[in-house]
T-cell receptor, first 113, second 113 residues
Framework: AQSVAQPEDQVNVAEGNPLTVKCTYS??????LFWYVQYPNRGLQFLLK??????LVKGSYGFEAEFNKSQTSFHLKKPSALVSDSALYFC???????????FGTGTRLKVLA | DAGITQSPRHKVTETGTPVTLRCHQT?????MYWYRQDPGHGLRLIHY???????DKGEVSDGYSVSRSKTEDFLLTLESATSSQTSVYFC????????????FGPGTRLTVL
């Protein structure tokens, strides 16, 4: 069965510092990986995805993610964090056979001024 | 929120009553999904649809039923609501292509007393 894990419930980072939100996955076949962000009382917003190609994927709001096949990871990164980046972040993998999406439990990012 | 609306946005109901939540899309996407979001569990798939009258169960389908009589509408019904179904419910859509992305509605907050 396909799954994703977000090992950190919360990540704190100072404004201006680089941030990393971790995600590891388990899939059979090629992985289709996604990151979403959720602001308070809002739906999930798509940030970026890895389907194939370059291991470094660039997305919205200055975020990027690095696909690492050997470590089965897809960590979300940003070079310089903003207070406005504080939100709940979800990693997801898509089942290629059924188009079902499996989500991690989420990581709350808190950027401190 | 990419042409997806959910209604109602908030609902309070009593245990044992039936409840129907509606998801409406204007994108003509083939796939539609219902998730629930609970603290510590992330997003869990309830049911999804891959076409008109074509639906399948997700990981937490007990106590829920769905219907899709038109491409644009996907209904989630709680036959007899219980307090454990208090949650935030999200609808999502996707085209169903290998490169596609899932997009989310704004959510419905349901409280079962």
């Amino acid at each position: 069965a396909q799954s994703v894990a977000q090992p950190e419930d919360q990540v704190n980072v100072a404004e201006g510092n680089p941030l990393t939100v971790k995600c590891t996955y388990s899939v059979s076949g090629n992985p289709y990986l996604f990151w979403y962000v959720q602001y308070p009382n809002r739906g999930l917003q798509f940030l970026l995805k890895y389907i194939t190609g370059d291991n470094l994927v660039k997305g919205s709001y200055g975020f990027e993610a690095e696909f690492n096949k050997s470590q089965t990871s897809f960590h979300l990164k940003k070079p310089s964090a903003l207070v406005s980046d504080s939100a709940l972040y979800f990693c997801a993998v898509r089942d290629t056979g059924t188009y079902k999406y499996i989500f991690g439990t989420g990581t709350r990012l808190k950027v401190l001024a | 929120d990419a042409g997806i609306t959910q209604s109602p946005r908030h609902k309070v109901t009593e245990t044992g009553t039936p409840v129907t939540l509606r998801c409406h899309q204007t994108e003509n996407h083939r796939y539609m999904y219902w998730y629930r979001q609970d603290p510590g569990h992330g997003l869990r798939l309830i049911h999804y649809s891959y076409g008109v009258k074509d639906t399948d169960k997700g990981e937490v389908s007990d106590g829920y039923s769905v219907s899709r009589s038109k491409t644009e509408d996907f209904l989630l019904t709680l036959e007899s609501a219980t307090s454990s179904q208090t949650s935030v419910y999200f609808c999502a859509i996707s085209e169903g292509r290998s490169t596609d992305t899932q997009y989310f509605g704004p959510g419905t907050r349901l409280t079962v007393l």
